[in-house]
Nanobody, 124 residues
Framework: QVQLVESGGGLAQPGGSLRLSCAAS????????MSWARQAPGKGLEWVSG????????YYADSVKGRFTISRDNAKNTVYLQMNSLNPEDTALYYC?????????????????WGKGTQVTVSS
């Protein structure tokens, strides 16, 4: 069965960095785009970033552009999110998700599989 397991979350200071990982199994990872989304306390889900199956193109929400970098290693079935210059507004539960064929990277209502999330807290 499909599994997505996020890791790497934790507590970071403002201006600090964290690197999230999402290990995938149960499907042909290299054939699918992947995305990251987040949910801050008391707020709705927000798409963060997406990457095509071969890693050739990446996309970012305006709120993280220039600070976050998504990447993937298809040999390791893993997608990453490098987060730099963190600020308290980045505090959220971060999810990775598998994007089904034919759907947009930011179309989180259509993702078919989600991980359970990893908590990121940015605070001094």
């Amino acid at each position: 069965q499909v599994q997505l397991v996020e890791s790497g979350g934790g507590l970071a200071q403002p201006g600090g960095s964290l690197r999230l990982s999402c290990a995938a199994s149960g499907f042909t990872f290299s054939s699918y785009a992947m995305s990251w989304a987040r949910q801050a306390p008391g707020k709705g889900l927000e798409w963060v970033s997406g990457i095509w199956s071969d890693g050739s193109d990446t996309y970012y929400a305006d709120s993280v552009k220039g600070r976050f970098t998504i990447s993937r290693d298809n040999a390791k079935n893993t997608v990453y999110l490098q987060m730099n210059s963190l600020n308290p507004e980045d505090t959220a539960l971060y999810y990775c998700a598998k994007v089904p064929s034919g759907y947009g990277l930011a179309d989180y209502g259509s993702y078919d599989y989600w991980g359970k999330g990893t908590q990121v807290t940015v605070s001094s």
